[in-house]
């Protein structure tokens, strides 16, 4: 399959998709871009990239499409509407899709194209726009294993590790407990910023000593300081953290898993929504933490 060929089409040129189909580029692959605003697509046809008009034109012409879309009304969208990629998917094209949906979704998705002939795995993926841009993501695949041996020269451009998890839906359900626990870690560090400044602590003494604890993470450390400085360019957008807080919590339905800690950070994530805060980075949570602060 066109993977181990370096060709690959690719759908949707957000954040993560821009990082990842450069880096492919860049890696001497022949990309094929599309994206639903069509205009995204010229800074990559600079870098040497060919357009798709259509998602069925970019899957008409490669025989492996990789797509990165915001949710899964969009993952749906792309596959199931007019000049979507059922229209071409065929036996012997293979179809992978990095966004970060629910199981349900990428069940729907594979047996779609599966029934048309095609070959699908599910790979969404850890890590945000830094690691994207630097090949150092995590791929959390899952589908069907020839296709997943095929992708893996991609996924060695894309990522620093690539996990095989077995059937359709474990790649989707990994990567929303990840995300649940991140969501909920970003509310605590959040909380005690806010608690630290309100009973007069420095908030950069806090990032140091927490940075030498058992608790240090990277994500404590790159986020700390820029939310300490109320900036919140978005690498990874709030709205699509809610998104997977929200289908983490349907997860944990499903399954009869009590997630309060979860619950909250979601009800933290809508607030900032609420707030008009849903396109800045998901540490922006901090601004709700300050709102009750003050309100109290
Ligand atoms: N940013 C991050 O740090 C990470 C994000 N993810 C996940 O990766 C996915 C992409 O994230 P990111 O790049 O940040 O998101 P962006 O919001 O930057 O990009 C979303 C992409 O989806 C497209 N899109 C949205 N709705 C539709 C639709 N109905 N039909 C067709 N295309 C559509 C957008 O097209 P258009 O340009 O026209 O709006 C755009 O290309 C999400 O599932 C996210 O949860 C995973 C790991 C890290
Ligand atoms: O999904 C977001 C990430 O940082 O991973």
Request: negative net charge; glycine residues 10%.
């Amino acid at each position: 399959m066109a993977v181990e060929e370096k060709e690959v089409g690719f759908l949707g040129l957000g954040i993560m998709g821009k990082a990842m189909a450069t880096n492919l580029l860049r890696n001497g692959f022949k990309v094929t871009v599309w994206n639903r605003t069509l205009s995204k697509c010229d800074e990559l046809v600079e870098n040497g990239a060919s357009i798709g008009e259509t998602p069925a034109a970019v899957v008409k012409k490669c025989k492996c499409t990789i797509a990165m879309l915001s949710d899964p009304s969009a993952a749906l969208s792309v596959v199931f509407d007019k000049d979507g990629v059922l229209e071409q998917i065929c036996s012997g094209k293979g179809y992978i899709d990095m966004s970060t949906v629910d199981a349900d979704t990428s069940s729907k998705i594979n047996e779609a194209i599966t029934s048309r002939g095609g070959h699908f795995i599910e790979a969404p993926v850890s890590g945000s726009k830094k690691p994207a841009e630097d090949g150092q993501l995590v791929i959390l695949a899952a589908g069907e294993k020839a296709l997943y041996e095929e992708a893996i020269p991609a996924f060695n451009v894309l990522g620093k590790r690539s996990f095989y998890l077995g059937q359709v839906g474990n790649g989707a359900k990994m990567k929303l407990v990840v995300n649940m626990i991140m969501g909920s870690m970003m509310n605590a560090l959040s909380e005690g910023l806010v608690l630290a400044s309100t009973s007069g602590l420095d908030p950069w003494n806090l990032l140091d000593v927490l940075d030498l604890g058992a608790i240090a993470n990277p994500m404590f450390k790159m986020k700390g300081p820029t939310m300490i400085q109320n900036s919140y360019s978005p690498a990874f957008p709030l709205k699509h953290q809610q998104k997977d807080m929200r289908l983490a919590l349907a997860l944990g339905d499903e399954n009869a898993v009590s997630m309060p800690v979860a619950a909250a950070a979601n009800e933290a994530f809508k607030k900032a929504r609420s707030m008009g805060l849903g396109d800045l980075d998901f540490s922006a949570v901090f601004e709700t933490v300050k709102v009750l602060q003050h309100q109290s």
